[in-house]
């Protein structure tokens, strides 16, 4: 610090010397200009009002009136003499002593006469400086001689020389000055805060408790160096918790994945290589928010698993970019390095046309594919031209994925979802080393319902192009399986749940995704994080009432919403005590709002809450609060914590997250998850109540008994589901997918 001060000072006093001195100069220069045009200017005032005089005497001859002329005008200030001159040059009369000052110049005179116009001259001569200002005379409009003036110039000199001292001695103030202040603020602004900055990173590496880095006000005049040190300090953090945690389960016995540890076993398990995952969602979009640029992340489970394996291993992720700013993010090939505040990996982004979007994304994969998959009576639409986008957005997405590629040895590749169909097979035709998986998020159907699809020969040509192929549960792969058997040609080894074409080895195996557990990391998580007066959330809510539900879901017409709704009027039918008691929360994200049958749902569950609202509702109660929009991760987390019970009415889902991230939510050990058993979390989250949310009677028993159930029953339930979800949680489906894509 101490050398940072000199060097400072140091570089300060050369800048500001230099910068006065440079001012003083112009300073001076200005002075000595200005002078020397007054000289010049009473000069000539004094020749025109001296030629009047000199004129008709020159005209006369008088010489001696001439000399007494010339004598009375040599007391002047500054004034050193006066001369006159005929035509040829000869002094006709000059003021005395002039001569011996001054050896007169006649090449001003003779360009006076010579021009017939005034002429000025400063002169440097017997160590001193001149100023000799000649103008003819004229008689009768013809030049008879020429009237030199001469001052004397040195006060000039003497008055810039004093400019000049006085500037040096202002330009010595101003350094000392300039160095003192300099002194105080280093030490107040710059080294007072990084010595405590210094302070807290030694606390903090040596493990003491400290007040966190938001707690020093005076850091924001070091603000980048304040952001670093402060993800630097998370890190640590994170990184000593994760050390102890492991620390503990070593010595219990048991393993418990993490992201640390999904990023060692991720480095291990790839070696050299580097992996590539690609998805239409990308980990962070940048939209426009007034005149400045935010950088979004999207609430994804996807994200929460893969990112700290591309961390680990300076991967790339391939998506759409689909934020309205981020174009200007990127640079000329259409990369950017992610998160923005702590760059550990690449996104590349794929730009795709209305046209495109509409036909890949909307039309062929959630028109189609979508309702193809899920049991959910809803027709599916095939479109040729959807195909053709859905053709040619992958063909962009996988030409994309190859760049990227280009120069790296082996690469994993990891597709994400049913909007990449043929994707594998045209990496692995490009790129034969490369060892290529796509895991499939929407349930498998059965041969004869898939047959429903045009290009299903072309679809799963696509998909056996990969080296692994992933579901949620075993009965999804087995429907996979039965329909290669029954659509292309092929060798199926029903032991190993391998598909081998044209030479090709395919594995098929579920992997159950699941969501991150968090622990709560002391005395303040445990109070921010475990549970929040319901009665304050409810009075937000505008409503009075001893209990409440929540459900959370994209308005898709898969999640069973009406069904949920005509259960929880039943259940206010048959259990009128509950009517003024119990309300539920609906938080509903709209989606794909343009597509009809979205458009129609929307306004189906709100006129439907609606209606059993007029129904029940009294003046400070309503039994259903339809929240239509979307929520950020923490704002859902209050409603988790505060529930009596979460609903999961899935009418057929892959997995369901919701189910999952209600349970890590309550750290409490309280709630009642009731649970669709058409979702693919019924097969892990046994002590959940299971529904079958078509029989709506069913279903409003399980919420009255949900209401009604005994605390230690309650208890017991959520600590076996909490068991599931720590044990199988996201780290360990990421970290067994790529084991498996590695083998």
Not at 32 to 37: A, C, E, H, T, Y
Not at 112 to 125: E, L, M
Not at 168 to 176: D, E
Not at 715 to 722: E, F, I, P
Request: some cysteine.
């Amino acid at each position: 610090m101490r050398l940072l001060s000199v060097r400072l000072i140091v570089s300060l006093i050369l800048g500001v010397t230099l910068v006065s001195l440079l001012s003083s100069y112009y300073e001076v220069q200005g002075e000595k200009r200005g002078l020397r045009k007054e000289l010049e200017h009473r000069a000539d005032v004094l020749g025109e009002s001296l030629a009047g005089n000199v004129e008709p005497h020159l005209e006369s001859g008088s010489l001696k009136e001439l000399q007494r002329i010339v004598e009375r005008f040599s007391n002047r200030e500054h004034l050193a003499g006066v001369a006159v001159f005929n035509t040829k040059l000869e002094t006709i009369a000059e003021s005395s002593g002039l001569a011996q000052r001054l050896q007169m110049q006649p090449f001003g005179v003779l360009q006076a006469i010579k021009k017939n116009q005034k002429q000025s001259q400063f002169i440097h001569q017997a160590g001193g400086a001149w100023h000799i200002f000649v103008l003819p005379l004229h008689q009768h409009e013809e030049l008879v001689g020429a009237l030199a003036i001469v001052h004397d110039a040195s006060y000039i000199d003497a008055q810039t020389a004093q400019v000049w001292r006085d500037s040096f001695l202002r330009v010595l103030v101003q350094v000392f000055l300039i160095a003192l202040i300099t002194l105080l603020i280093v030490r107040w602004s710059i080294a007072g805060p990084i010595a405590r900055a210094a302070q807290w990173m030694r606390a903090l590496r040596t493990g003491k408790i400290v007040t966190p880095m938001a707690g020093f006000p005076d850091l924001d005049l070091l603000r980048p160096l304040a952001r670093e040190v402060t993800t630097f300090a998370e890190s640590l953090t994170a990184a000593r918790s994760a050390a102890q945690r492991e620390a503990q389960l070593r010595e219990a016995g048991e393993s418990s994945w993490t992201a640390d540890r999904l990023s060692v076993h991720v480095r291990s398990k790839l070696g050299d290589s580097r992996l590539f995952v690609v998805s239409n969602r990308e980990p962070y979009s940048h939209v426009r928010e007034g005149k400045s640029i935010q950088a979004i992340v999207p609430a994804s489970g996807l994200v929460t698993a893969l990112e700290p394996v591309l961390r680990a291993c300076d991967g790339t992720w391939v998506a759409h970019g689909s934020g309205d700013a981020d174009r200007e993010m990127v640079d000329a090939r259409d990369c950017l390095r992610v998160p923005p505040e702590d760059p550990r990996y690449t996104l590349r982004r794929v730009w795709l046309t209305k046209e495109e979007e509409e036909g890949y994304y909307y039309g062929f994969a959630n028109e189609g594919v979508w309702p193809l998959c899920h049991i959910a009576h809803t027709r599916p639409i095939f479109r040729f031209s959807d195909w053709a986008h859905y053709q040619k957005a992958n063909l962009k997405f996988a030409e994309a994925v190859l760049e990227e590629m280009a120069g790296t040895e082996q690469p994993v590749l990891l597709a994400q979802d049913y909007h990449f169909g043929l994707l594998p097979r045209l990496v692995k035709k490009e790129r034969p080393d490369a060892r290529v998986a796509i895991f499939w998020h929407t349930p498998w159907p059965n041969p004869e319902a898939f047959a429903i699809c045009p290009w299903q020969s072309e679809l799963l040509d696509g998909l056996l192009g990969a080296d692994l192929i992933g579901f949620h549960i075993q009965s999804h792969c087995t429907n996979f399986l039965q329909t290669v058997d029954r659509t292309v040609e092929s060798r199926i080894d029903w032991e190993h749940f391998t598909v081998n074409r044209e030479d090709h080895r395919t594995v098929v195996k579920p992997f159950p995704i699941s969501v991150e557990f968090p622990e709560p990391s002391g005395p303040a998580a445990a109070r921010e994080s475990t549970y929040v007066e319901r009665g304050t959330l409810l009075r937000e809510l505008g409503v009075d009432a001893l209990f409440l539900g929540v459900g959370v879901d994209r308005v898709d017409y898969t999640k069973g919403i009406l069904e949920r709704f005509l259960a929880i009027e039943r259940m206010l039918e048959k259990h009128p005590t509950y009517q003024g008691k119990f309300t539920f929360v609906q938080i509903g994200a709209p989606s794909r709002t343009h597509i009809k049958r979205y458009h129609d749902l929307l306004a189906d569950v709100e006129a439907e809450s609606e209606r059993i609202n007029w129904r029940f509702q009294t003046s400070r109660w309503k039994p259903i609060v339809f929240l239509k929009r979307h929520y950020s991760h923490k704002e859902i987390q209050r409603y988790y914590q505060t529930a009596d019970l979460c609903l999961v009415t899935s009418l057929h889902d892959g997995m369901n997250l919701v189910a999952k991230e209600f349970v890590a939510a309550r750290h409490d050990e309280q709630g009642v998850l009731i649970l669709s058993r058409f979702t693919g979390a019924a097969r892990e989250l046994r002590d959940a109540v299971l529904v079958n949310p078509y029989d709506v009677e069913h279903t409003a028993e399980a919420i009255r008994y949900a209401l009604e159930m005994e605390p230690e029953e309650r208890t017991a339930r959520m600590q076996r589901l909490r068991r599931v979800v720590k044990e199988q949680n996201i780290y360990r489906w990421a970290g067994t997918l790529i084991a498996e894509l590695c083998r």
